[in-house]
């Protein structure tokens, strides 16, 4: 499912643009970003949405879900984004990096509009203004070949078959290779337009935090990774491929035949 798809966006501006109240609506997605379920969770000011990720959040692991998109109403007939929708989003984005559920976008409708905070502009019409919050990048751009576009479905589907099996088999040293898994979630995140904070990390290779530092640090030896500092919070660090490792993974998880998957 794709949050810039015409038909969906007139499919909940039909729904609930019109609604008197604001409405937050949750479409739940798995790996693939295909739908679970679409869900009402609350009625009222979005900006309360800062208020309730438990419920938003455990509805998502009630479903299993791994993405997120979510919808919500203007009734005043503004598609604009305010700046609490968007710092509302910001802090959603946060807490699903470290649960491992990502928030694909969020959308606002009215009667005859929509607009996606994730791109800060409307699915048609004029742009929006203000200054751009990405929540995710195209991987197509450049790409008209469309494999990048390849290379993000199969690591998403290897990360979640790996997923999958921990949760058959649990978190044994005989299935953990914590190093891969780090650097596949590095690159989904990296394609998907996301930074990845280090102390997401642990989350995503299912490791204790000392062993997925120091994973990342043979990473940063083996020159695959690289850490980068956040200029506005000194002590928080974000870690990024490089160059030469990101065409690795592009070659191998962009083949065109049937994919195997990634035990």
């Known amino acids: 499912m794709d949050p810039a798809c015409p038909k969906l966006n007139r499919y909940l501006m039909a729904?609930?643009?019109?609604?008197?109240?604001?409405?937050?609506?949750?479409?739940?997605?798995?790996a693939s970003h295909?739908?679970?379920?679409?869900?009402?969770?609350?009625?009222?000011?979005?900006?309360?949405?800062?208020?309730?990720?438990?419920?938003?959040?455990?509805?998502?692991?009630?479903?299993g879900a791994t993405g997120l998109i979510l919808v919500h109403n203007h009734p005043s007939g503004d598609p604009k984004p305010s700046q609490s929708d968007i710092d509302a989003t910001r802090k959603l984005v946060d807490l699903g990096l470290s649960l491992d559920v990502e928030i694909v976008d969020h959308i606002v409708v009215t009667a005859t509009s929509a607009r996606r905070i994730g791109?800060?502009?409307?699915?048609?019409?004029d742009r929006c203004d203000g200054p751009a919050h990405r929540?995710?990048?195209?991987?197509?751009?450049?790409?008209?070949?469309?494999?990048?576009?390849?290379?993000?479905?199969?690591?998403?589907?290897?990360?979640a078959r790996r997923k999958h099996r921990r949760g058959l088999f649990g978190t044994s040293k005989l299935f953990n290779e914590p190093a891969w898994d780090i650097l596949i979630d590095i690159f989904v995140h990296e394609c998907e337009g996301k930074k990845v904070p280090i102390s997401a990390l642990c989350h995503a290779s299912y490791a204790p935090a000392s062993t997925a530092l120091r994973r990342v640090n043979d990473l940063c030896e083996a020159g695959h990774v690289v850490r980068i500092d956040d200029p506005d919070d000194g002590r928080r660090h974000f870690v990024a491929l490089r160059p030469a490792t990101v065409d690795l993974l592009y070659d191998y998880f962009g083949v065109t035949d049937d994919w195997p998957g990634d035990d």
Do not use: C, W
């Open 15 to 30: 729904s609930m643009g019109s609604l008197p109240d604001e409405v937050l609506r949750i479409l739940f997605l798995d």
């Open 34 to 63: 295909r739908l679970i379920a679409d869900e009402t969770l609350h009625r009222g000011s979005v900006r309360q949405i800062e208020l309730y990720p438990r419920t938003i959040f455990r509805r998502a692991m009630e479903h």
């Open 119 to 125: 791109a800060l502009g409307p699915t048609s019409g």
């Open 135 to 159: 929540l995710r990048d195209s991987i197509n751009r450049g790409d008209p070949s469309g494999k990048r576009s390849i290379a993000l479905e199969n690591a998403r589907r290897a990360f």
